[in-house]
């Protein structure tokens, strides 16, 4: 697979409102970015907040943007937030460094795009997200520190 598809996006979406189902998250927002920090889909749950869609988009649109899952982002913004800072500023406060942005690789480790999730807790937000990744049969990437 070179890219993900409106089809693919969908889906993943699909899996990550099913994997809050199961784990009784808050109402979630999913944003499906491609590799080019493009939105492709974005569902919100009934009762999600204001915020939400943005946020999603943020953390998906930060990790394509660096090329590392936002949880990486986050300890980047505790340990360096004047380069966060500085990256809001250049994407014009486009950036979320909060768990839940994770990038969509292939079988091959290529970057395809990123899912972004929003609504519950950043931890949770990533699970689902990961979980939907998988879920279609491709590789996620957290920026999990091993």
Same mark, same amino acid.
């Given at each position: 697979?070179? =890219?993900?598809?409106?089809? $693919? =996006?969908?889906?993943?979406?699909?899996?990550?409102?099913?994997a809050g189902r199961t784990l009784c998250t808050a109402p979630l927002t999913i944003a499906v970015l491609d590799s080019g920090g493009h939105l492709i889909t974005l569902q919100r749950e009934d009762g999600a907040s204001l915020l939400r869609p943005q946020i999603a988009v943020g953390k998906a649109w930060g990790a394509i943007a660096l090329g590392k899952g936002s949880r990486l982002l986050a300890l980047d913004a505790q340990q360096r937030p004047a380069f966060i800072a500085a990256l809001n500023s250049l994407? %014009?406060?486009?950036?979320?460094?909060?768990? #839940?942005? +994770?990038? $969509?690789?292939? %079988? %091959?480790? +290529? +970057?395809?795009?990123? $899912? #972004?999730?929003?609504?519950?807790?950043?931890? $949770?937000?990533? %699970?689902?997200?990961?979980? =939907?990744?998988? #879920?279609?049969?491709?590789?996620?990437? =957290? #920026? +999990?520190?091993?």
């Open positions: 697979m070179s =890219a993900l598809t409106l089809k $693919i =996006a969908t889906q993943l979406t699909s899996h990550a409102l099913s994407g %014009q406060g486009s950036v979320v460094p909060a768990p #839940g942005g +994770v990038l $969509i690789r292939d %079988q %091959q480790g +290529v +970057v395809l795009g990123a $899912i #972004g999730i929003s609504g519950d807790t950043s931890d $949770i937000d990533e %699970q689902c997200a990961i979980t =939907a990744i998988e #879920g279609v049969g491709l590789m996620a990437d =957290a #920026g +999990v520190l091993a």
